[in-house]
Every structure is written in structure tokens, then in C-alpha cells.
């Protein structure tokens, strides 16, 4: 496989960079000495071909899918692309609240509750008000709903990556995978498109060190530069597979 460029899409677990970054921990490894490579870097020095990532740290799938369409223009002008695209967390969802906040799951979730009271996000009075105006059974229905059921819903999202993925085939040289980054209810595809990262092959995601593993003191379970390297080298092995049990 020869690739002219990498493309990565997805939340947190794919631009841990910028998440390290916001967080002052990419100041505290590089102190230490310690280099962190994200696997898009390392799969673009496997591929010797530069890397970009898309997407921000929290992003639920609503907003990681409108980066995949909105940059297809730009996907379709490079003559031979790796696009990886990182599922999120399926019990996770957006709820607009007004015309420029919204809120999510976890969002929703870290809030801490005292009885009907919630303590709040003082730099977010908007999503607050929203939240304040919920009762408790609001919430409590809000939260069994994203546990039990939003995944089944947010399913879908798993077909229309699919037919944006054939659709970029027949327009270009394109070769686009869909990451699965976390455990599901429902059974994952078996696809061309469809990379399992979850629970099958030596670099599942399961069985990888967090930083807080290699870390005790830096509490943060994003993951290591060896766990970024399994990572990829599995994408590289399932892309393989593929390539030859599909075409």
C-alpha cells in the first residue's frame, strides 16, 4: 500500500495532541522527556506521506460527521488518501439548547446533582439555564436514555458513514475505514469500510496502556505513543485483511 496522504477525523482519541495540549499534560510528557505521538503521525511515517486530523476533543459523532462531508472536496483533490474515521462513543449525543450552545451527554453526566440542585458550569451560563430548568425526573429520564437506548439510535450513523465511504469510491482514488473505538450493544459490522478496534487483533483497544498507566501521577486514560503505535499497525493490519477478503 502507498498512500499520498492521511486523513484522520474522529473526538479526543484520535487529536490527543490537542487534548494534551489543552490540558498542560503535553507540557508535563515533554518535560519529562517523553516524545507522544498521536497514530495519525504514525501512520504517517509508516506511509512516509504527511498526516492531518479533523475534529476536536469532545466531539460527539454529530459534529465528527459533518468534518467527513465537509471536507470531501478536499479528501476527493488529493490523488491517493488514507481517510480514517473514528467512531465516537454511541451512548453519547448533542442537544441544541439555543442558537449558540449545546450540550451532551457527558456534559449532562459530570454535572454534579444535590438533590433538585445541580452544581453548575459558571463559563457556560446558557447550557446551565438549560440544565437548571430540567427536574429531576428530566434528568434522570435524560440520562437512562443515553444508557440503555441512544447507541440503537446512533447506529445509523454507522450506515451513513458507509455510504459516504462508497460514494468517495466511485468519485476517487480514495481508500476510507471506519474506526470502531469503543464497545457497542449491537453487533459491529463486518464491512470493508468497517475497522474493529475494539476487541479483535493484538492492538485492540481494550488490551492498550493508558497514559495514566505509564503515568500514575498524570491522571488521564487517553493513550500512550506505544498504544498509538499498536493502534496503527493494526489499522495497517485490518486494512490488509480487507483489501483481500473484499476485493
Same mark, same amino acid.
Given at each position: ?16 495532541? +490537542? ?6 499534560? *503535553? ?12 497514530? &495519525? ?5 509508516? %506511509?512516509?506521506? &504527511? ?21 470531501? =472536496? ?7 488518501? *488514507?481517510?480514517?474515521?473514528? %467512531? ?16 451532551? #451527554? !457527558?456534559?449532562?453526566?459530570?454535572? +454534579?446533582? !444535590? ?9 457556560? &451560563? ?18 437512562? #436514555?443515553?444508557?440503555?437506548?441512544? +447507541? %440503537?439510535?446512533?447506529? #445509523? ?9 462508497? *460514494? ?6 480514495? =481508500? ?9 450493544? %449491537?453487533?459491529? &459490522? ?8 475494539? =476487541? ?8 492498550? +496502556?493508558? *497514559? ?7 491522571? =488521564? ?21 480487507? !483489501?483481500?477478503?473484499?476485493?
Amino acid at each position: 500500500m502507498k498512500y499520498s496522504h492521511i486523513i484522520c477525523i474522529g473526538d479526543s482519541m484520535t487529536n490527543e495532541r +490537542e487534548h494534551y495540549e489543552y490540558d498542560g499534560i *503535553l507540557d508535563k510528557l515533554n518535560d519529562r522527556g517523553y516524545v507522544f505521538k498521536s497514530y &495519525p503521525q504514525v501512520l504517517g511515517e509508516f %506511509f512516509d506521506c &504527511p498526516y492531518e486530523t479533523f475534529g476536536k476533543p469532545g466531539m460527539t459523532m454529530t459534529f465528527t460527521m459533518m468534518e467527513l462531508i465537509k471536507n470531501i =472536496d478536499y479528501i476527493l483533490s488529493l490523488p491517493n488518501p *488514507l481517510v480514517i474515521y473514528q %467512531f465516537g462513543v454511541f451512548f453519547n449525543s448533542t442537544i441544541k439548547v439555543d442558537d449558540s450552545h449545546s450540550i451532551s #451527554w !457527558k456534559e449532562l453526566g459530570l454535572h +454534579e446533582v !444535590k438533590g433538585d440542585a445541580v452544581v453548575i458550569d459558571a463559563m457556560n &451560563p446558557e447550557q446551565n439555564k438549560f440544565i437548571q430548568s430540567l427536574s429531576s425526573i428530566d434528568k434522570l429520564s435524560m440520562m437512562t #436514555w443515553y444508557e440503555k437506548f441512544e +447507541e %440503537f439510535r446512533n447506529y #445509523w450513523y454507522v450506515d451513513e458513514f458507509i455510504t459516504i465511504s462508497k *460514494l468517495l469510491n466511485r468519485m476517487g482514488s480514495v =481508500d476510507i475505514f471506519g474506526m470502531f473505538f469503543s464497545s457497542v450493544k %449491537f453487533k459491529i &459490522p463486518t464491512e470493508y469500510h468497517i475497522l474493529n478496534m475494539w =476487541d479483535i487483533g493484538p492492538g485492540s483497544i481494550k488490551n492498550m +496502556e493508558p *497514559l495514566h498507566g505509564l503515568f500514575p501521577d498524570i491522571n =488521564d486514560y487517553h493513550k500512550t505513543t506505544k498504544a498509538n503505535e499498536n493502534l496503527a499497525n493494526e489499522i495497517i493490519r485490518q486494512i490488509e485483511i480487507n !483489501k483481500n477478503k473484499f476485493v
